[in-house]
């Protein structure tokens, strides 16, 4: 790597490649005219909302009973199209931190940077290299790389907070799930929502065990108390999952001051209301508040191309 690009930042570099990708026709290019929209009989347009491409929204609160917003979130997404298209990508990520004095506050960004920073490094920034390079890791053995820099960061830098770490990230046809802690991923197709992590709390490994039923463990004394977080220490319990790129669909990333608060049904009712990820994840925060809000609360939704 030569000195220029040692010293450039992640986004300049992925700014710089997208712009010298965009080949400019020369002197004597056929240029083609594109053929006029004809609307047709009104009656015949579709009234749903068809995506082409990815779009995501989050929303935010304090809540009703806390000072400072400790939970981060990170929404990142791209696409093209043509015959040479840059493949599509997205980065999503859910940290809830915790320590007090700040430090929690501090972890979950950390972490959140930390991530973000290693998964556009060797995943995406890779993927768009035009030419072959040597063999890469397997996607679920970057995503594991990438959380373990993440808590090693916590660990050095976020003195004694720890965090929650749930991040997803789309690209060519996959969607990876990487987790720890008792943030959650949804994934919420036809109307129904599945849950695609476990959470890292006692109260629910409790519940694994078959020592409680899943409504004692939404009540329990220790249902916030994590047997598993970044920056807890080095034997980290890391989930790695990888699944096909959904079509159509929608994928939840949320805090336990969401989750905790409304019931899944309901959580899938509000995001198929609405066409905009971000009016979805709005009126989630605020039912959620409308529940009791004793938490900070975060909604990042992710819908995928389709109907």
């Known amino acids: 790597m030569d000195e220029e690009k040692e010293g450039m930042g992640l986004f300049e570099r992925l700014a ?24 047709g009989n009104p009656d015949q347009i579709p009234t749903g909302k ?11 609160s304090v809540g009703l009973e806390r000072e400072n917003n400790e939970d981060s979130v990170f929404t990142m997404y791209g696409a093209s199209y043509g015959e040479d298209a840059l493949p599509e990508f997205g980065l999503f990520c859910v940290a809830d ?26 995943a995406v920034l890779s993927a768009l290299q035009l030419e072959d390079t040597d063999p890469q890791p397997s996607i679920e053995d970057i ?7 993440a808590n090693r960061e916590v660990i050095n830098s976020a003195n004694g907070g720890v965090t929650t770490l749930t ?47 899943v409504e004692e463990a939404m009540e329990h004394p220790k249902r916030n108390q994590l047997w598993n977080a970044v920056g807890q220490g080095n034997n980290l319990a890391i989930e790695v999952d990888v699944y096909p790129e959904p079509h159509g669909g929608f994928l939840l990333l ?21 066409d905009e990820p971000n009016e979805a994840c709005e009126e989630l925060v605020r039912v959620a ?3 009791g809000g004793p938490d900070n609360i975060t909604a990042l939704l992710v819908a995928f191309p389709g109907i």
């Open 16 to 39: 710089r490649w997208i712009k010298g990708s965009k080949a400019e026709p020369g002197p004597n290019a056929d240029l083609a005219d594109t053929a006029p929209l004809t609307l």
């Open 50 to 60: 068809i995506r082409e491409s990815l779009e995501a929204g989050s929303a935010q």
């Open 97 to 122: 931190g915790a320590g007090g004095l700040g430090y929690g506050e501090l972890a979950s960004s950390i972490a959140l940077r930390a991530v973000i920073s290693s998964l556009m490094e060797n």
């Open 143 to 149: 995503a594991r790389q990438a959380i373990e820099h």
């Open 167 to 213: 991040v997803a990230m789309i690209l060519n046809g996959q969607m990876v799930i990487g987790h720890v802690g008792d943030s959650r991923a949804y994934l919420v197709e036809n109307g129904k929502p599945r849950l695609l992590t476990r959470d890292h709390s006692y109260s629910w490994r409790l519940v694994e065990i078959g020592q409680i039923t």
């Open 254 to 274: 949320c805090s336990d001051g969401l989750w905790g608060e409304v019931p899944e049904s309901e959580l899938s009712s509000v995001i198929t209301s609405f």
């Open 289 to 291: 508040n409308a529940a």
